[in-house]
């Protein structure tokens, strides 16, 4: 787009985003004559597979339980069982 000679408004417009987005995929290019994202490292997990399974064991018993019951239950962090 920007080679049919479309300025960066222009080109936020067409495809929807913001110009500082439209600015980042222009200097991703430039830089390396393509837009794949950067491999990106895991966070390390908070929860154990035992975790996990007793989680989902908890879930298939009760459907209807929140995850603050659950947590209060388990006494598992309530961000590993929204994650899970």
């Known amino acids: 787009?920007?080679?049919?000679g479309l300025s960066?408004?222009?080109?936020?417009?067409?495809?929807?985003?913001?110009r500082p987005i439209v600015r980042l995929w222009l200097k991703r290019y430039e830089e390396?004559?393509?837009?794949?994202?950067?491999?990106r490292?895991?966070?390390p997990r908070?929860?154990?597979?035992?975790?996990?399974?007793?989680?989902l064991a908890a879930?298939?018993?009760?459907p209807f339980t929140n995850a603050v019951?659950?947590?209060?239950?388990l006494q598992v962090d309530i961000s590993a069982i929204k994650n899970n």
């Not at 960066?8 to 913001?18: F, T, W």
């Not at 908070?46 to 989680?55: G, N, S």
């Open 1 to 4: 787009m920007r080679n049919a």
């Open 8 to 18: 960066v408004s222009q080109i936020a417009r067409e495809m929807g985003v913001s």
């Open 32 to 39: 390396s004559e393509n837009l794949r994202d950067l491999p």
């Open 41 to 43: 490292m895991d966070r």
């Open 46 to 55: 908070l929860i154990t597979a035992e975790d996990t399974e007793r989680i």
């Open 59 to 62: 879930i298939t018993e009760h």
């Open 69 to 73: 019951e659950v947590k209060t239950r």
